[in-house]
């Protein structure tokens, strides 16, 4: 018989797990749809690269960006998926006779979304690469969105496992991700738009600080999801720490990302 | 039909997604009912086709195979309990909301039978294919999915349009009927009983005698 029952995710077990998962998303048709996504984004910017005189990556990058926008959100319904696996084919109850606990199984599915963010890293500095060779020189903002788009996969992907762990329903992500594409924060600029997780940055440091933002809330994400089965001491402080980042990050984004020029609300 | 049909039915439906479809629906258009916009009734009736695809799941449809209720008949059963009311439910909203003209209206009517439509064709097929009898998770994402295809088509020639497009109403209205009878179409050629597949073929092997469709063996395979 093994020993009892960890309460916390252990190490070797999530890493094994991490693998495992990871690799099944990478090939989840949800995510191959996002990649598709991202290969017509990329497809309609290397045409205006190779058919327009003038091309800049703030004109033509933008559907690029929208690609792995579309991408992440095709992330956040898989992890979802694979996270309410257990529930749909009913193997809860066999897997708590397992060494390790939830927590464990929970903390795999979260680190296995760092495959989905290494495979974005990868395309981008690709697409990247490709902008540079044509004279596109990006702006260190834009290398800062760019890199961005990495921690935005992680942070949807945090964020599906979260909801399948506190909301336990196939069908609340879905009609996440559907409100998302449907519904725009509109066209006029408010101070709220900064803390969503597509805004764009003027400055370096308010890039960065989104950046911040966008990582930190995808930490609070995973420590909410590994909260819902175990409460131990670092958990709970990891949750204070993170909760610390995302709300000053926030503070800074909702002060000084447009000052005057943005209405309150 | 006895009403005791539809009260088993509703008993074994999946009603959850439904209702907080309905909620997250009315939620969207009470919070944006002053804005004169149309999107929220998009979003409603893109939500209600979402919860709608679950009513097709059956975790029991391997035991019911062998009734001799065919497949369409006890899907039907199921819609007829959850349809209805989605459909009451969106055109209450539709009523609230309003719109500036008529042909909003017809656009948004035409909108909301395409999701349904669509929901109804992906649920009929993913039900089919799925070891469990659930095809209803596959609803919502394949929407999705097909929403974010259309909107890289050029307008002029994108399938499921969700603005303004340059063929105006009447591109609007026949990319939305399209997509709805073809909906329909794929959940009725889903819908075909695998029972009567095999009777079909049993008969044809035997020169044309008949074998009554309830007289399934052990060897029936699974459907899809």
Known sequence: MSGPLRPSPAPGAVAALARVEGHKLLVHPYFLAGIAFVGIGSAIFLRATLTQPLVSWDDDGWTVAVGFWMLAMMTMVGANHA???????????????????????????????????AVTGVLIAAIAGFASTRGM????????????????????????VAVAV?????????????????????????AWHAITPFADMVTVELAVWHLAYVVGLAALFGVGAIARSTRTRPVLIAGVIVAG?????????????CPGACLIG | MRTDHLRYAARSTTLSPIVL?????????????????????????????????????????????????????????RLLVTLPPAVALWAALLGWQGTEEIEEALALVALAAGVFGLSLGIAGVAARRSPHGSGGVAVAPALFVLLIASSTVPPR??????????????????????????????FALSSRDPATAIARRVRMRRGGSIVPTSSLSGSRPSPG
């Open chain 1, 245 to 257: 980042i995302v709300g000053v990050a926030a503070a800074v984004l909702l002060a000084r990302a």
């Open chain 1, 137 to 160: 020189s990006l702006s260190a903002v834009q290398v800062v969105h760019l890199a961005e788009l990495t921690g935005i996969v992680v942070l949807l992907g945090a964020f599906g």
């Open chain 2, 21 to 77: 479809a309905a909620s997250v629906s009315t939620v969207i258009v009470a919070v944006r009912h002053d804005h004169g916009s149309a999107l929220p009734l998009q979003v409603a009736a893109i939500a209600l086709a979402g919860g709608i695809g679950f009513a097709l799941d059956d975790p029991a449809f391997e035991v019911m195979a062998a009734s001799p209720t065919s497949l369409l008949r006890r899907r039907a059963l």
């Open chain 1, 83 to 117: 996270a309410l696996r257990d529930r749909r084919e009913h193997t809860e109850e066999q897997h708590t006779s397992l060494p390790a606990g939830p927590a464990t199984k929970i903390g795999g599915l979260l680190t296995a979304t760092l495959w989905p963010a």
């Open chain 1, 166 to 190: 506190w909301l336990p329903n196939p069908f609340v992500v879905p009609l996440v991700a559907i409100a998302m594409f449907v519904v725009h924060p509109g066209e006029q600029s408010r």
């Open chain 2, 157 to 186: 020639w994108r399938p499921l349009p969700l603005g303004d497009v340059p063929g105006g109403w009447p591109q609007i209205y026949a990319g939305w009927t399209g997509a709805a009878v073809l909906g329909v179409l794929v």
